[in-house]
């Protein structure tokens, strides 16, 4: 078996088809749901790009793994992907964004060459590289090594930065350029033809891997940069979408009246307050849903090529994304806090052995997490997950409908020490910490500093009251706060020995001989005979 794990950037769970949106067109993506399962109740373990592809490539927590934020890096000695699957003979091969920052100190202080086999693959989150682009180049870093940027500029498009001069720019009516970082640009099409674009780029060069991959099996993590910002898309996609088939916005009035400390501070971020207004959501949701479709051919042409080379039967597969995006919705924009429209992902798994054809084209609600994925690759590669690594759980029993459920609860954390909330509330960045923990009814978020935020998902599924401080629901609180608490007291660090290995210690002071508590001869004999200390 081959694995092809496909993520996009910032792509809502309700914005496709499958998931109901009733404009969008996702053919490919829909039809990918159809041949195996849809995961209805699918979160991060971070709801901003970093922390949440650590979470992904782990298989462990941000509490756990430690990259709290965009830059922060993965510490040395964290085990990834590529480290749990080329032990089994997978290769582990990333082509499109993964957004890893090194733990460069940490390669110095071990004496790491970054230049060795070793030391690239720890500076690459555990992957071999085919083409890392992770897309986001503005002109202050365009000397950022690209192979994207390398692409534009072989084919032409000139100026010191093509990605965003030509990529996630349009050209107004005297040739001037129109930068795509302003939302007033979003319905202009991208100076860049379509071919040439971040989406069918990644696309062309995931498929040049699969012709030169030979016999061994790999998991190729094609990871798209859109429909990530900035909102800018190339013809004809430009224009596939108008305002006519933006949907209502998602927010209440109620939600501003006298809001959780942390909402008002966020409701003062630019971000926020830009998508407050209906022009912006007008122009920029139809250039989102354009790039939305655009990635859908794009996995329609993947497909057809797994199908043109006969690797379709021997291929896992995998889209999801790496959060949402709020596009205006709970007086929101971009992502970072825990309603359903940033945490909550699109996940479709199509396995295509005969054994998960009783699944196939169904939709699960059980609950699952981004961390899952890692722990199901090792089974996928024949081999065992190391659960005192791996914080997630194998879905492949969920598929296998061997089981309807592999936990109770599911747990998502954000660090907003780098945003403007952290000054407006004056808090220490010690305590900028915030952690969600969803029980598939009630989903309690913790503010360190603050009450907590409490929303009933049953009663008010779109979020709009907040019962975090009403006294009728102190029991509701109470438990949601032990279930996070006792998550908290997990062992998160004891990763180097198995609870199997923890086992087979018992005793072991007795076979070394350390006789320690005994009284008299009668006993220790006794304790040998056992075989163990009798405590």
Not at 309 to 327: C, E, K, P
Not at 405 to 434: M, W
Request: charged fraction near 25%; proline fraction near 6%; hydrophobic fraction near 35%.
């Amino acid at each position: 078996m081959n694995i092809l794990f496909i993520m996009a950037d910032q792509l809502r769970y309700d914005y496709l088809g499958c998931t109901g949106h009733p404009y969008i067109r996702t053919p490919n993506i829909d039809a990918l749901a159809r041949r195996g399962v849809r995961f209805d109740n699918a979160y991060v373990q971070s709801p901003i790009c970093g922390p949440s592809r650590m979470s992904f490539y782990t298989g462990r927590y941000a509490r756990s793994h430690g990259s709290t934020w965009n830059d922060i890096p993965l510490k040395i000695g964290e085990l990834t992907l590529g480290d749990h699957l080329r032990p089994l003979g997978m290769d582990a091969v990333l082509c499109g964004k993964s957004h890893m920052a090194a733990d460069k100190q940490g390669m110095e202080r071990l004496g790491l060459d970054p230049e060795s086999l070793i030391g690239v693959r720890a500076a690459e989150c555990g992957f071999d590289i085919w083409d890392r682009h992770d897309g986001e180049i503005p002109m202050g870093v365009v000397d950022k090594p690209n192979e994207y940027q390398d692409y534009l500029r072989g084919l032409g498009y000139d100026g010191p930065n093509p990605w965003e001069q030509w990529a996630n720019s349009a050209e107004g009516d005297d040739g001037e350029i129109l930068s795509g970082w302003l939302m007033s640009h979003a319905s202009q099409p991208a100076r860049v033809k379509e071919e040439h674009s971040e989406t069918p780029y990644t696309t062309t060069r995931a498929m040049e891997f699969i012709d030169q991959a030979g016999d061994n099996p790999w998991c190729l993590h094609v990871s798209y940069i859109k429909p990530h910002w900035p909102y800018i898309v190339p013809e004809p996609y430009h224009e596939l979408y108008s305002k006519d088939d933006v949907i209502p916005v998602i927010r209440s009035e109620a939600e501003k009246d006298n809001p959780h400390p942390l909402l008002q501070a966020y409701y003062k971020h630019r971000f926020c307050k830009v998508f407050e207004r209906d022009e912006v959501r007008e122009t920029v949701i139809p250039a989102y849903m354009g790039l939305i479709t655009q990635l859908d051919d794009q996995i329609g042409r993947l497909m057809q090529h797994l199908e043109n080379t006969g690797q379709i039967d021997n291929t896992l597969i995998v889209f999801t994304s790496d959060h949402g995006d709020y596009l205006g919705d709970h007086w929101l924009g971009e992502k970072e806090l825990f309603h359903e429209q940033s945490v909550k992902i699109p996940l479709i798994i199509v396995d295509p052995r005969t054994e998960a054809d009783i699944s196939r084209g169904k939709v699960t609600d059980a609950l699952v997490e981004a961390i899952d994925l890692v722990p199901t690759f090792v089974e996928i590669a024949g081999g065992k997950p190391r659960p005192e690594i791996l914080e997630g759980y194998s879905l492949l029993p969920l598929i296998r409908e061997e089981t309807n459920k592999v936990r109770d609860f599911v747990i998502s954390e954000y660090d907003y020490t780098f945003k403007g909330a952290r000054h407006f509330l004056n808090q220490p960045i010690a305590d900028c910490r915030l952690a969600m923990v969803f029980d598939g009814r009630y989903k309690l978020v913790h503010a360190e500093g603050f009450r907590p935020f409490l929303y009933d998902l049953e009663e008010d599924p779109q979020e709009f009251v907040d019962q975090g401080d009403n006294p009728q629901m102190e029991q509701t609180r109470d438990e949601l706060l032990e279930l996070l608490h006792s998550w908290y007291r997990r062992h998160h660090t004891r990763t180097t020995i198995s609870e199997e290995e923890i086992e087979a210690r018992v005793g072991g002071d007795i076979r070394k001989g350390l006789y320690v508590g005994f009284w008299n001869e009668e006993e220790r004999a006794e304790a040998d005979k056992l075989g163990r200390s009798g405590n």
